[in-house]
């Protein structure tokens, strides 16, 4: 039998992990260890576990060696619509928090900048607003353990963010939904757009995608009970670390 190709290998390990042979945090054998294993050269592993590092089922480390990572966190609908709840359990953390938390993943949120602005073409259109008219805009990083997993702006019309933590430059406890919430925003609707994309250049430096990396591109847009947009919100995921989830949605 000749032997095995890189992609066989890759193959064989994917299936190896998805077995539970190599749970997650556990370090798989050696590049030389792999080698004899599967009578090839080392390259040939390499290779192998390349692809693997692709598709965000390994990472490497000089210290370390190639070790099995963790499953992406799952970032449900029911995250943001809960987080305008006041008196849900855990009500100081934000969705992306909370999400974490409730997989045993230690996460952070960065903010990374809080300003006026004018609409972008985009987002204004989006808002219902004519072109240029004054927003807030808040960005955020959003880390699982140590990884950066996504990046986020938020738009809400000045109007509505005036006087409010929204214009302040301190991360928001609860989330930007509470705060909306508290701000006296009575919530009614979202509405999601989901698409993958390859990654502009900085955001492959910013997120440290492999060179086929994939990022998850969502652009949402909030309305209250009387139909106003008051938030969009964009976000671009590492498809490695982050899956979104939308449960019971309505059929007919």
Not at 10 to 22: K, N, T, Y
Request: glycine share 10%; with cysteine.
């Amino acid at each position: 039998m000749p032997p095995m190709g890189y992609r066989q290998i890759a193959a064989a390990l994917r299936a190896a992990i998805d077995a539970g042979e190599h749970p997650p945090g556990s370090r798989l054998p050696t590049e030389a260890e792999l080698a004899a294993e599967y009578d090839v050269s080392r390259e040939t592993v390499r290779r192998a576990l390349a692809v693997l590092k692709a598709a965000g089922l390994v990472t490497t480390a000089t210290s370390q060696g190639t070790v099995v990572a963790r499953p992406p966190v799952r970032v449900r609908l029911a995250h943001y619509a809960t987080a305008a709840d006041p008196d849900r359990p855990g009500r100081d953390l934000g969705p992306w928090e909370t999400a974490c938390a409730e997989q045993g993943v230690t996460s952070r949120v960065e903010v990374t900048g809080v300003d006026r602005v004018p609409a972008p073409e985009q987002v204004a259109e989006l808002l219902g607003l004519p072109a240029g008219s004054e927003v807030v805009r808040r960005g955020r990083r959003m880390f699982a353990g140590e990884d950066l997993a996504q990046v986020q702006e938020s738009w809400v019309p000045a109007d509505v963010a005036a006087g409010t933590p929204l214009e302040r430059p301190e991360k928001l406890v609860g989330g930007l939904y509470a705060a909306l919430t508290a701000a006296g925003v009575e919530l009614a609707a979202a509405t999601e757009e989901v698409a993958g994309r390859g990654p502009t250049a900085e955001e492959q430096d910013l997120l440290g995608l492999p060179e086929a990396g994939t990022v998850l591109e969502v652009w949402r847009v909030t309305r209250d009970r009387t139909g106003r947009a008051v938030e969009v919100l964009h976000t671009v995921s590492d498809i490695r670390r982050v899956a979104r989830v939308y449960e019971d949605l309505p059929i007919g």
